[in-house]
């Protein structure tokens, strides 16, 4: 959920993930003058990779819903050992956003960082570490 800039979360993601981005409106859902009209109401993006990214506007004008809470409710991990593009989505994901751990290695082997994206995401990544006897 974000606070009316989903559109452009969404379009950094698909610039970042690749893949097909689906994406409509409040008007497009049939409320063409409701006050959040040009809100996205869903958002889908289907990467190469196979991941599912879905997504909305924060619904402000509702009487007696609760306050918005940018990414504090929510991490999204990503993990596997194709070290070059965890390496890549970390890096792109850091641009205008704040890394929380850097990418280094830890105490089970493997290489782990998040980072909190400009949207106020939390992205954790593990890259799995090689292990002797595995290909």
């Given amino acids: ?8 979360a969404m379009e950094f993601y698909r610039q970042i993930f690749g ?3 689906e994406l409509g409106t409040v008007a ?13 109401m ?7 990779a196979g991941h599912t990214l879905m997504a909305w506007d924060f619904p402000a004008h509702r009487p ?3 306050p918005y809470r940018p990414g504090n409710d929510v991490a ?3 993990g596997g050992d194709d070290e070059s ?18 990418l280094e290695r830890q105490l089970w082997g ?23 006897g595995m290909p």
């Fill in 1 to 8: 959920m974000f606070d009316g800039d989903a559109r452009q």
């Fill in 19 to 21: 893949g097909e981005l």
């Fill in 28 to 40: 497009d859902f049939g409320s063409p003058d409701a006050p959040d009209a040009d809100k996205v």
């Fill in 42 to 48: 869903h958002s889908r993006l289907d990467t190469p």
């Fill in 64 to 66: 007696g819903h609760p």
């Fill in 76 to 78: 999204v991990f990503l």
């Fill in 85 to 102: 593009e965890l390496r890549g989505y970390f890096q792109k994901l850091s641009e205008g956003g704040t890394v929380t751990l850097p």
């Fill in 110 to 132: 493997d290489e782990a960082g998040s980072v909190v994206d400009r949207f106020g995401i939390t992205w954790m990544f593990n890259i799995s570490a090689r292990r002797p």
